[in-house]
């Protein structure tokens, strides 16, 4: 059974670089979309955007000139970079698996706070 | 982007009651609309995908219905650990846009 487990940095400076690691175990990143989506405290899930095992992506406009998502297929992993972050990206990042009609698996999830 | 507005916004229910939370989107989005169960500190499940389809290892009492752009999630018999926020996703197209959530609470 594929677990996800994501990691980085739980402090990031307002205007650096948020960077994440989602670790896949129990199976090979292939025909599958990984994804990353975020929840802001007391807010709902916002979806950040995937990559395709073929490498392809899509990111959500509203972040589009800021994500950047990429694959380590050698690792077993998937990253999500955010640039120049405020206060406004403070949020529990997801990492998540699934295909065309959803995301079926997810990592536990990981609190990020933009903050000097 | 495809809005997706849930209703209601949350609800308090008793445990054995049938709970419906409805989904509509803003455009024809076929049958591509999932639902997620999400409880505090956890990671969301994914419920129901296809708009009707039951995951695999998801109690029977969750089901979905609807095609285009009108969508509902019913609890035939809430459960005590039912209780939590509910979302709907449309995965029709990018960005997959979420519903704001409908919390279920205990009456």
């Known amino acids: 059974q594929v677990q996800l487990q994501e990691s980085g940095p739980g402090l990031v400076k307002p205007s650096e670089t948020l960077s994440l690691t989602c670790t896949v175990s129990?199976?090979?990143?292939?025909?599958?979309?990984w994804s990353w989506i975020r929840q802001p405290p007391g807010k709902g899930l916002d979806w950040i955007g995937f990559?395709?095992?073929?490498?392809?992506?899509s990111y959500n406009p509203s972040l589009k000139s800021r994500v950047t998502i990429s694959l380590d297929t050698s690792k077993n992993q998937f990253s999500l970079k955010l640039s120049s972050v405020t206060a406004a990206d403070t949020a529990v990042y997801y990492c998540?698996?699934?295909?065309?009609?959803?995301?079926?698996?997810w990592g536990q999830g990981t609190l990020v706070t933009v903050s000097s | 982007d495809i809005q997706m507005t849930q209703s209601p916004s949350s609800l308090s229910a008793s445990v054995g009651d049938r709970v419906t939370i409805t989904c509509r989107a803003s455009q024809s989005i076929s049958s591509y609309l999932s639902w997620y169960q999400h409880k505090p500190g956890k990671a969301p499940k994914l419920l129901i995908y296809s708009a009707s389809s039951l995951q695999s290892g998801v109690a029977s009492r969750f089901s979905g219905s609807g095609s285009g752009t009108d969508f509902t999630l019913t609890i035939s018999s809430l459960q005590p650990e039912d209780f939590a926020t509910y979302y709907c996703?449309?995965?029709?197209?990018?960005?997959?846009?979420f519903g704001h959530g409908t919390k279920v609470e205990i009456k």
């Open positions: 129990g199976g090979s990143i292939s025909n599958s979309y």
């Open positions: 996703q449309q995965t029709y197209t990018t960005p997959r846009t």
């Open positions: 998540a698996r699934g295909d065309d009609y959803g995301d079926y698996a």
């Open positions: 990559i395709y095992s073929t490498g392809s992506t």
